[in-house]
């Protein structure tokens, strides 16, 4: 689903990405981990065809996401850092609106995610968990089968972090991928199939199990715990 190679991105003299492979396979979550600046949301916007990496390749679903975002568009699934939904449109108009602008149906996805009755409410009015809320009813809507979601639960309590995870764990069930950054490492641990740590740009280590072992051994640089395939 997703295939990344040596991909390398520069900005302000800073190398964010400094040789990063990373595939994601079929019906499985995969959580991408890491600190602030460790690059995870650089990596996330080559995926999704907004930066084009200095070296390296990726193809998503078998394309070039930055030559085919039209194709791609109505395949994929996002959960940007910040959507930027316009604060004067109602939550079901700006389901309408996103999914119908990324040629999908707008298909229910408010109840999905327990936003059926602020349906009729306007984004400003919205509550931060019931905005990211509303991100994620975007990105289900029209049921694409590869979901790729920047720290989709931030600002969620817990009650709704965990809802949020049974959806996505729902959707895989019924066929789809999902690659998602997180700064919750238990929730990595708990409901990723295998979790990927980057760490100044490169990948630390991989695998499945505890999260949270293999990102403080990251940040240590603990050579011990070998990287997993």
Same mark, same amino acid.
């Given at each position: 689903?997703?295939?990344?190679?040596?991909?390398?991105?520069?900005? /302000? #003299?800073?190398?964010?990405?400094?040789?990063?492979?990373?595939?994601?396979?079929?019906?499985?979550?995969? @959580?991408?981990?890491?600190?602030?600046? /460790?690059?995870?949301? $650089?990596?996330?916007?080559?995926?999704?065809?907004?930066?084009?990496?200095?070296? #390296?390749?990726?193809?998503?679903?078998?394309?070039?996401?930055?030559? &085919?975002?039209? =194709? +791609?568009?109505?395949?994929?699934?996002?959960?940007?850092?910040?959507? #930027?939904?316009?604060?004067?449109?109602?939550? *079901? &108009?700006?389901?309408?609106?996103?999914?119908?602008?990324?040629?999908? @149906?707008? $298909?229910?996805? +408010?109840?999905?995610?327990?936003? !059926?009755?602020? @349906?009729?409410?306007?984004?400003?009015?919205?509550?931060?968990?019931?905005?990211?809320?509303?991100?994620?009813?975007? !990105?289900?809507?029209?049921?694409?089968?590869?979901?790729?979601?920047?720290?989709? $639960?931030?600002?969620?309590?817990?009650?709704?972090?965990?809802?949020?995870?049974?959806?996505?764990?729902?959707?895989?069930?019924?066929? /789809?991928?999902?690659?998602?950054?997180?700064?919750?490492?238990?929730?990595?641990?708990?409901? *990723?199939?295998?979790? =990927?740590?980057?760490?100044?740009?490169?990948? @630390?280590?991989?695998?499945?199990?505890?999260?949270? &072992?293999?990102?403080?051994?990251?940040? /240590?640089?603990?050579?011990?715990?070998?990287?997993?395939?």
């Amino acid at each position: 689903m997703i295939e990344c190679s040596g991909i390398r991105f520069s900005y /302000a #003299g800073h190398e964010a990405l400094a040789g990063v492979n990373l595939s994601v396979r079929g019906g499985e979550i995969v @959580a991408l981990l890491g600190t602030n600046g /460790a690059g995870k949301t $650089t990596l996330v916007d080559v995926i999704r065809g907004l930066l084009k990496p200095a070296t #390296g390749t990726v193809r998503v679903l078998g394309r070039d996401p930055r030559r &085919e975002r039209r =194709v +791609l568009a109505p395949l994929i699934g996002l959960v940007p850092q910040d959507s #930027g939904f316009a604060g004067g449109l109602t939550a *079901a &108009e700006t389901l309408r609106l996103w999914t119908g602008l990324n040629g999908r @149906a707008a $298909t229910g996805s +408010l109840a999905e995610v327990d936003l !059926a009755s602020r @349906a009729r409410v306007k984004v400003r009015h919205l509550s931060g968990g019931e905005r990211r809320r509303l991100d994620l009813a975007v !990105a289900l809507s029209g049921d694409p089968p590869l979901l790729v979601l920047d720290e989709p $639960t931030t600002g969620l309590d817990p009650e709704s972090r965990g809802a949020a995870w049974d959806v996505l764990r729902d959707r895989v069930a019924a066929g /789809a991928t999902v690659l998602v950054t997180t700064h919750y490492l238990e929730e990595a641990s708990q409901y *990723a199939d295998r979790f =990927v740590v980057l760490h100044e740009g490169q990948v @630390a280590r991989s695998g499945s199990g505890d999260a949270a &072992e293999a990102f403080r051994a990251a940040l /240590a640089g603990d050579g011990s715990m070998g990287e997993e395939r």
